[in-house]
Every structure is written in C-alpha cells, then in structure tokens.
C-alpha cells in the first residue's frame, strides 16, 4: 500500500540556522512528489514538486528538496531559516495510476523559528 | 490565479445539526476534493469528485455526504453533525486528473461542534 511518512512532528530551530524536514514514502509505481506550507490561519500553499528531470528542485525563497528513488524519500531543506519560514509543511505524494491518482499527504512537521 | 473560497472561516454547531460547507472554485477545474486536517494525522481525504454530479469517497467519508451540482461548487454535508467532526476542513481543486501541478486549497474552515 501507498504511504508518506514525515518522520518529525515539530522541528525547533533558532533564526539563520539550517532545517531539514524528511519525508518518506513507500510505493511500488511512479511518483509526483510535493512540498505544501501553512502559515498560520491560512490555507496550503504549494512550495516546491518534483516531476522528473533533475533530482533537485529550489523554490522561490530558499528552500530545496531532493528526490531519492533508492532511499524513496524527499528531503525538504533550508540553509539558513528567517522567523518567517515559521509555519507547518507537508510532503504529499502522487502515486500514479494508483491510488486514483489522488494526492496523498504526510502528517507534517511544525517548524518554529525562535529569534 | 485559481482561487478556492470557503464561505465560512470559522462555524460553531451543535450536535445533531445538518451543517453544509461550501466551496467554490472559479478557474473551471474538473476536480474538487475534501479534506479535513486534524494535529498529527496531516491531511485526511472525505470525498472527491471528478466531474459534475460525480462523487467518490477517499479515505474517512463516513458521516458525511458531497453534493456537485454546477462544476465550480462543491459542498460538504455532515447529516448529523458529532463532537468528533469538530476539525479543520479544507477544499482543494486541480485542473488535471494526474495532478501535476498539484491542488489548489481554499483558506480553510475551522468546525466546532458543541
């Protein structure tokens, strides 16, 4: 069966230091592989996909995420964190031409920037 | 851009009430979906739907109902609403079937049930 797994619930870190959020899947077809974010009070706002071509995907304010076929994870990370970044995200999957097709979504992982 | 609007932010409902949440998205997307999103189970798949009048069930949809009667509107409908349905219920929409592009969410709206 298909899953995603977001192995932290919370991540504290201090302002200008480096975050990593893992995320985990199990699948036995193709993947669509995605990074949403959650300010508080609002809605989910796609931050970075992976498709296919290079591994590596950046989104506009820093983040980056790398796609890893053999370990089957995709790994969310941010070399130096603002007080902004403080929010929830959430890895989700697409497995294709299974599962309906539909986007299946990890338990995310709070992150609190402290000054 | 597409934009999802939840007509409500914030609802409070006593136990027992019929309770509709209302979606409307408004870039002619084919697919619209519910989700409810509870501390630590992420985000939870109700129901789904793929064209007008179409509806599926994901993952929880039991003590709810979906009605899609025009293309852009997608309501949510707790029959008999319980203490245990009280969460956040966000709507998503998507052009495509295979999702590349992701979904789009509405802002969200946070049901207290009393």
């Known amino acids: 069966a298909q899953s995603v797994t977001q192995l932290d619930s919370q991540v504290p870190v201090f302002e200008e230091a480096p975050v990593e959020l893992r995320c985990n899947y199990s699948?036995?077809?193709?993947?669509?592989l995605f990074w949403y974010v959650q300010y508080p009070n609002q809605g989910l706002q796609l931050l970075l996909k992976?498709?296919?071509?290079?591994?590596l995907v950046e989104s506009i304010n820093g983040f980056e995420a790398e796609f890893n076929k053999s370990q089957t994870s995709f790994h969310l990370r941010k070399p130096s964190v603002h007080i902004s970044d403080t929010a929830e995200y959430f890895c989700?999957?697409?497995?294709?031409?299974?599962?309906?097709?539909?986007?299946?979504f990890g338990g995310g992982t709070r992150v609190l920037v402290k000054p | 851009d597409v934009k999802v609007t939840q007509s409500s932010r914030y609802l409070v409902k006593r136990t027992g009430e019929k309770v509709f949440l209302e979606c409307v998205q408004d870039?002619?997307?084919?697919?619209m979906f519910w989700y409810r999103q509870d501390p630590g189970l992420g985000l939870r798949l109700i129901y789904f739907?793929?064209?007008?009048?179409?509806?599926e069930k994901g993952d929880i949809p039991e003590g709810y109902s979906v009605s899609r009667e025009k293309k852009e509107r997608f309501s949510l409908i707790l029959e008999s609403a319980s203490t245990n349905q009280t969460s956040m219920y966000l709507c998503?929409?998507?052009?495509?079937?295979?999702?590349?592009?992701?979904?789009?969410f509405g802002s969200g709206t946070r049901l207290t049930v009393v």
């Open positions: 998503a929409s998507s052009l495509l079937s295979i999702p590349t592009d992701g979904y789009t």
């Open positions: 699948s036995s077809v193709s993947v669509y």
């Open positions: 992976y498709l296919s071509g290079s591994t």
């Open positions: 989700a999957v697409t497995f294709i031409k299974a599962a309906g097709n539909k986007l299946t």
């Open positions: 870039m002619d997307h084919e697919n």
């Open positions: 739907s793929y064209d007008v009048k179409m509806k």
